[in-house]
Structure formats: structure tokens, C-alpha cells
């Protein structure tokens, strides 16, 4: 459920699916914040200032945390 969740999350960004699989654990992360009600706003800086100097890096990586926020 979680692969498939953040592949279709992704591939309508335009991320591929291998990508995708690599980047299910921040998905994870995402929904078990919204689950628990845990504030994300450290996580979600702390994912732009880690990859602030690689934007093709940062995209793929904060977007499936993101979107967990909204389901």
C-alpha cells in the first residue's frame, strides 16, 4: 500500500517508478506524522536545508513526506 501510494504520488510529478521506491520511507514518515498529530514543520526544514544545494535531490525526497501530510 505504501509503494504504490507514493509511486502514484510521484509519477504525477514526473519521478520515475525505481525513484519512487527509494523514497517510500519518507511517505511513511509523512503519514505516521498525520496519524500521530506530530508537528512536521522541523522534518519538512530540515529536509530543505539537507538538500538545499541539490533541487533535483530535494523534490523527489520532500514531496512524498508532503503528500502524506494530505491524505
Do not use: C, W, Y
Not at 519538512?44 to 525526497?61: C, H, S, V, W, Y
Amino acid at each position: 500500500m505504501v509503494s504504490s501510494l507514493t509511486r502514484n504520488t510521484l509519477t504525477e510529478l514526473g519521478i520515475g517508478k525505481n525513484d519512487a521506491k527509494r523514497r517510500k520511507n519518507m511517505f511513511a514518515l509523512g503519514l505516521l506524522s498525520r496519524i500521530s498529530h506530530l508537528p512536521v514543520g522541523g522534518t519538512a526544514q530540515f529536509l530543505r536545508g539537507k538538500f538545499a544545494n541539490e533541487p533535483d535531490i530535494r523534490m523527489p525526497t520532500s514531496a512524498p513526506f508532503s503528500s502524506a501530510q494530505r491524505r
